[in-house]
């Protein structure tokens, strides 16, 4: 049986969702923020970040871009990831990396601004410039969905999509200005709030309506 190393609306939403649409064994091991930054959990993901998939054997998977793809390639008759080496499984690490190595840390830097500056004012610069990128990279995924979509992979949702759909709960300064800005981002989001199966993990996450609404 997989754990999840879980913190309530943290960068393990998008292996929680997807472990909920494979339905596959799991269990979540709920973390406090205190618990994650204990220097223990180092073990586990070096630096100290969620999540963190266990497997049976022990071992432990970190970075979330990674955990979504073992997921869903280790499930191929769950069908949320191409086969491998196909042209579409080429398109879907290439999007999941898009979103892990951009997207991702130009969000935490929005929100941790304050770790990459010496200043309050400097900070705030950091703050509204990690902001317009982040909105600047939104815009790329937006041209993909209008030109491929409705889901990244086209027709074909994928653990891609509920990966994108966590990174856009969290924009600054807003997922309701993402939304007005994005539509085809804005489509894609409600239908993956619409899946049946996501509909208690969303709410464990208090994610499962937009920001406000
Ligand atoms: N590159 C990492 C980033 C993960 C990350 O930034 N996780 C944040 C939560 S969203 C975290 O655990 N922060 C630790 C802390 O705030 O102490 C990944 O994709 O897994």
Known sequence: MYTLYN???WGSMGPHFLLEELGVPYQSFW???EQVRDPDFRELSPLG???VLKLDDGSAIFESAAIQVFLATAHPDRGLAPSP???DHGQFLAWIAFLGANVYPTINLAYQSEGFADSEETAAVVRSKAGKHSLDLFDI???RLVREGPWLLGEHFSAADLYLFMLTVWETPGER????RCPSIAALCASVRGRPKLRAVLE???VDRPEGT
Do not use: C, F, Q, S
């Open 49 to 51: 970040y969620i999540p």
């Open 204 to 206: 464990a996450h208090g």
């Open 85 to 87: 080496g196909t042209p």
């Open 7 to 9: 913190v309530r609306r």
């Open 177 to 180: 200005l993402l939304h007005a």
């Open 141 to 143: 995924v937006e041209k």
């Open 31 to 33: 973390m406090t923020p």
